[in-house]
């Protein structure tokens, strides 16, 4: 029996997209390792560029710690 020509366009059809897919696949895998890669070193480094700023504009690095800190939070105790 004679294939269909269609049958074999949706064949051919199919195994392109699973090659797309797998691409796609591959792609947002690829964005997502960068994503996580940024958040660590902005996580890592961003609070000390904070500090820099601050000491740069005259105050004193970590000193909203300090008061977080030294704040009782029942003061009446």
Not at 24 to 40: F, L
Not at 51 to 67: I, K
């Amino acid at each position: 029996m004679r294939k269909n020509s269609f049958k074999e366009l949706e064949e051919v059809e199919l195994e392109e997209i699973s090659m797309k897919t797998e691409n796609i696949r591959n792609g947002i895998s690829s964005d997502i390792g960068m994503m996580r890669y940024v958040s660590s070193v902005m996580e890592l480094y961003f609070p000390k560029i904070i500090d820099l700023l601050v000491a740069l504009a005259g105050g004193s690095p970590g000193q909203g710690d300090e008061t977080k800190r030294n704040q009782n939070k029942y003061p009446d105790m």
